[in-house]
């Protein structure tokens, strides 16, 4: 595969679930690696069902999507899942919950704890490893989450409002910190989220979307320098596109 064929193709994807309405209609997108991809539109346009299509938790219902030239049930062993609850196990100190998911693929002890310190590392969590998630805060927890999800040495990383739950504050820090991993992981992403500063500030591409059934109504490049740090915010490119994906977004919830 050559560097400009992309990681994540949909072409002409609908999607249904059972006999039910149609929830996606004509998706087609193209994600090529290295891409940070930031998902935004109207609450139930189909952003969480998207991501699950291209994990292969759930069958599309016509087209095609290819995930590393192959469908996404057969790529899944490519990518990880981020969610907006953390989803720790409150019995499981740090480390182990930050191995598990190396463990259910059955990588051997040694191994696994090196990958689990490097991941600890990367999100500034190594001397808690110790610690149990109640003694976390809700910040801390999300960064052992995204650790967990990059134990598995992902090529694509799919995030649904992982950020969601957390402070403002919190938020721009977990945002710098996460495209800081990204200078050293190049995995692609495919990040959901209603905050548009946050896609903003994370993103090569925001994919606008509208509801009833869901579609892709705009797409918009983010041609801000990497690295992006918090003097990025500052910047008069970052504002005017803030407010003009806020005028998309606004655009396609009045309809
Ligand atoms: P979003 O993440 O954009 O809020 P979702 O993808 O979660 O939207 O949901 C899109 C639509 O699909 C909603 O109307 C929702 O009720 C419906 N839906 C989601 N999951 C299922 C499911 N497992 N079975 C039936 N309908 C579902
Ligand atoms: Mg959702």
Known sequence: MT??????????????????????????????????????????????????????????????????????????????????????LPWLNIARNVELPQK??????????????????????????????????????????????????????????????LDEMTREHLNEELLAIREQQAWTAFFVTHSVFEAVFLSSRILVMSANPGRIAHEITVDLPFPRTSDTRLSRAYQELVAKVSRLLRSVEEN
């Open 3 to 88: 560097a400009s064929s992309p990681i994540v193709e949909f072409k002409s994807v609908t999607k249904r679930y059972g006999d039910g309405p149609l929830i996606l209609n004509a998706v087609t997108l193209a994600a090529h690696p290295g891409d940070f991809i930031s998902l935004i539109g109207p609450s139930g346009c189909g952003k969480s069902t998207l991501l699950r299509l291209i994990a292969g938790l759930s069958p599309l219902t016509s087209g095609q999507i290819t995930v590393d030239g192959l469908t996404p049930a057969d790529a899944a062993a490519e990518l990880a899942f981020v969610f907006q609850e953390p989803t720790l």
């Open 104 to 165: 259910l693929r059955q990588i051997p002890a040694d191994q696994r704890a090196k990958v689990r310190a490097r991941a600890l590392e990367l999100v500034k969590l190594g001397e808690r490893s110790q610690a149990f998630p109640r003694q976390l805060s809700g910040g801390q927890k999300m960064r052992v989450s995204i650790a967990r999800a990059l134990t598995l040495n992902p090529k694509i990383l799919l995030l649904d409002e992982p950020f969601g739950a």
